[in-house]
């Protein structure tokens, strides 16, 4: 049951909610994930076996995942919106890095700009305390920004930058003031957001806090790129990156809390 980007071919928006409601009674309501099959290490194993009892192939396209909808899973506190990488990163531009687009030069970025694990000793990540927020400037001297064309830059200010050894620690190229760590381009992240989530609207399978069996499903409309950057722009919707020493992965998640995501809710199944 794959979405269609066509729009001639694609369901009226109606009838695709009610065939997904359909199928979720069929395949999911009262059940438990059943993940014994599963890589015992993948942290998304629930989510694709949602995706198998939906009809959803395994992928990581970004467009809606079915006849317009895009799913969501059940999740605690955030629900991410997509895994967006920046348009630029700083550690693959060769004004200040040596060479380009390498993974040694990524991990001298988390090095400089991020901070050291808790539990793994001399792993370095860009998450958590030195993930730039848009609410102001944390004490990495990090912060979003948004410009007037909505493109969202990270950026980094020397003289914000409360680290005691921030002398030994930043080279004299990046002691500068407003530095762009990394950059989203509006053109490119409209199109993630616009793919996704403004087709028919979104929907998501909710859980029994103390059984984990699947019992409801909710809907919401479509989300355009505009609304989106104003959650941005407000904070509701955040950068939460998972960037790490050991995986190539940026991991620049977009997420927003689950009672965000709640008030977008339309109708409950």
């Known amino acids: 049951m794959k979405n269609k980007q066509d729009p001639a071919k694609q369901k009226d928006p109606q009838v695709a909610k009610n065939s997904i409601i359909k199928l979720f009674f069929k395949e999911v309501r009262g059940k438990i994930p059943d993940t014994s099959k599963s890589n015992i290490g993948h942290d998304g194993k629930g989510g694709h076996w949602l995706e198998t009892q939906?009809?959803?192939?395994?992928?990581?396209?970004?467009?809606?995942?079915?006849d317009g909808y895009e799913m969501k899973n059940n999740?605690?506190?955030?629900?991410?919106?997509?895994?967006?990488?920046?348009?630029?990163?700083?550690?693959k531009?060769?004004?200040?890095?040596?060479?380009?687009?390498?993974?040694?030069?990524?991990?001298?970025?988390m090095t400089i700009f991020g901070g050291p694990s808790a539990e793994y000793e001399g792993r370095y990540s860009w998450s958590g305390r030195s993930a730039p927020k848009i609410s102001g400037y944390n004490d990495f001297g990090q912060k979003l920004v948004i410009d007037r064309q909505n493109n969202i830059l990270a950026i980094y200010s020397f003289s914000a930058d409360t680290?005691?050894?921030?002398?030994?620690?930043?080279?004299?190229?990046?002691?500068?003031?407003?530095?762009?760590?990394?950059?989203?381009?509006?053109?490119?992240?409209?199109?993630?957001?616009?793919?996704?989530?403004?087709?028919?609207?979104?929907?998501?399978?909710?859980?029994?806090?103390?059984?984990?069996?699947?019992?409801?499903?909710?809907?919401?409309?479509?989300?355009?790129?505009?609304?989106?950057?104003?959650?941005?722009?407000?904070?509701?919707?955040?950068?939460?990156?998972?960037?790490?020493?050991?995986?190539?992965?940026?991991?620049?998640?977009?997420?927003?809390?689950?009672?965000?995501?709640?008030?977008l809710v339309t109708d409950t199944h």
């Open 54 to 66: 939906m009809g959803i192939a395994h992928n990581s396209k970004n467009e809606a995942d079915i």
């Open 75 to 91: 999740t605690t506190s955030k629900t991410t919106f997509g895994d967006w990488s920046a348009n630029y990163y700083i550690y």
């Open 93 to 109: 531009d060769t004004n200040y890095f040596a060479k380009a687009r390498t993974i040694e030069n990524r991990d001298k970025f």
């Open 163 to 263: 680290r005691k050894n921030k002398n030994k620690i930043i080279p004299a190229s990046m002691k500068k003031e407003k530095l762009v760590l990394a950059k989203w381009d509006a053109e490119s992240i409209a199109k993630k957001v616009e793919k996704k989530f403004n087709k028919s609207g979104w929907f998501k399978c909710e859980k029994d806090k103390k059984t984990g069996a699947y019992t409801s499903i909710v809907f919401g409309g479509p989300i355009n790129f505009e609304s989106w950057i104003t959650g941005v722009k407000k904070g509701v919707i955040f950068f939460d990156s998972g960037m790490h020493i050991g995986n190539k992965r940026p991991y620049s998640n977009w997420r927003a809390d689950n009672r965000y995501w709640q008030s």
